[in-house]
């Protein structure tokens, strides 16, 4: 009888096979989103949004927050691409300041592809390049507040 491990691994297997598909045929048409945190000199915690476009790998949108409430994350996404600008795929995670994103994505013509719970490896772009920001810049810098992480 096989074990429990085993019967979940071909599930994992499939859903690996079916991102790397997708990024193989639609490379120029995918943007990754995800979260990641700032702990600032008075011990505050600032939640940065990246959306990152995975040909060239350029960031197409940056913005910072206290508190990421869904409306203010599907707010994001929508000034992210104005007009007739959004990708077809957006690749995010599981996370509760994305549920408002769905009705968001659908109304600007965008599928929204979720990655699987735990599995970071699904995102590499945009995990790699938050990597590089921890380690390039907020090892070696003390945060004192928002306006430094702005748009400009």
Same mark, same amino acid.
């Given at each position: 009888?096989?074990?429990?491990?085993?019967?979940?691994?071909?599930?994992?297997?499939?859903?690996?096979?079916?991102?790397?598909? &997708? $990024?193989?045929?639609? *490379?120029?048409?995918?943007?990754?989103?995800?979260?990641? /945190?700032?702990?600032?000199? =008075?011990?505050? &915690? $600032?939640?940065?949004? *990246?959306?990152?476009?995975?040909?060239?790998?350029?960031? /197409?949108?940056?913005?910072? =927050?206290?508190?990421?409430?869904t409306t203010w994350t599907a707010h994001q996404?929508?000034?992210?691409?104005?007009?007739?600008?959004?990708?077809?795929?957006?690749?995010?995670?599981?996370?509760?300041?994305?549920?408002?994103?769905?009705a968001t994505a659908e109304a600007i013509a965008?599928?929204?592809?979720?990655?699987?719970?735990?599995?970071?490896?699904?995102?590499?772009?945009?995990?790699?390049?938050?990597?590089?920001?921890?380690?390039?810049?907020?090892?070696?810098?003390?945060?004192?507040?928002?306006?430094?992480?702005?748009?400009?």
């Open positions: 009888m096989p074990s429990s491990t085993t019967a979940i691994l071909p599930m994992f297997q499939a859903a690996s096979v079916f991102m790397r598909q &997708l $990024l193989v045929s639609h *490379v120029q048409q995918i943007m990754a989103a995800d979260f990641y /945190v700032v702990p600032t000199a =008075t011990s505050r &915690l $600032l939640f940065v949004l *990246v959306m990152l476009a995975h040909h060239g790998r350029s960031v /197409v949108h940056v913005a910072v =927050t206290a508190q990421p409430t996404l929508r000034g992210a691409f104005p007009w007739d600008e959004a990708p077809r795929y957006l690749i995010r995670d599981r996370g509760r300041a994305f549920a408002a994103v769905r965008m599928t929204e592809v979720l990655t699987a719970p735990c599995s970071p490896w699904q995102s590499g772009a945009i995990e790699r390049f938050i990597g590089s920001v921890r380690r390039e810049c907020l090892d070696h810098v003390i945060t004192s507040m928002a306006a430094g992480y702005t748009e400009s």
